[in-house]
T-cell receptor
């Protein structure tokens, strides 16, 4: 069975600090996809990134970076020089390909960036 | 206009009432989903549809029903609302799970 664990339920940082959101997953599939979504206080869910299981390259997009490590089944998300606008709930998700393509979400990590 | 539109945005209803949440999309995606979000539980799948004639139960379908009226429209109904169905409900679409979901803005439902 698939499982996504986001052990950090809430994190508070002071603006300009770096912060890493952890995501650990479990799956029996050799091919799978990992995602991060952002839910700002306004409530909508915004897609941030997808990573497939064959691509272990780290990804950087501006202040955001993602570290995918199959050896530890982790897909961690780092925000560099955090800003107040980064305050949101962040969800990690795991999808299996084929058939129903079940997507399993973690419970989310609430990030508060304090000015 | 938003790619995925949910109506209403907020709704308060009484126990036992029937309520319908509507979702329409302009993405042209075949796949549509209904999720509910509860604090501490993340998002859980209620129903999903891969096309108009293909509707499937998710992990928490009891107490809910759906209708796929067209490729672009997917409605969720609570036949007899109960307080533990108070939650934030999201509709989502995808071309294929590889591409991730496009979510609607959510419907905040309160059952009193």
């Amino acid at each position: 069975a698939q499982k996504v664990t986001q052990a950090q339920t809430e994190i508070s940082v002071v603006e300009k600090e770096d912060v890493t959101l952890d995501c650990v997953y479990e799956t029996r599939d050799t091919t799978y996809y990992l995602f991060w979504y952002k839910q700002p206080p306004s409530g909508e869910l915004v897609f941030l990134i997808r990573r497939n299981s064959f691509d272990e390259q780290n990804e950087i997009s501006g202040r955001y970076s993602w570290n995918f490590q199959k050896s530890t089944s982790s897909f961690n998300f780092t925000i560099t020089a955090s800003q107040v606008v980064d305050s949101a709930v962040y969800f990690c998700a795991l999808s299996e390909p084929g058939g129903y393509q079940k997507v399993t979400f973690g419970i989310g990590t609430k990030l508060q960036v304090i000015p | 206009d938003a790619d995925v539109t949910q109506t209403p945005r907020n709704r308060i209803t009484k126990t036992g009432k029937r309520i319908m949440l509507e979702c329409s999309q302009t993405k042209g995606h075949d796949r549509m989903y209904w999720y509910r979000q509860d604090p501490g539980l993340g998002l859980r799948l209620i129903y999903y549809s891969f096309d108009v004639k293909d509707i499937n139960k998710g992990e928490i379908s009891d107490g809910y029903s759906v209708s796929r009226q067209a490729q672009a429209k997917f409605s969720l109904s609570l036949e007899s609302a109960i307080p533990n169905q108070t939650a934030l409900y999201f509709c989502a679409t995808s071309m294929d799970t590889y591409y991730g979901y496009t979510f609607g803005s959510g419907t905040r439902l309160t059952v009193v």
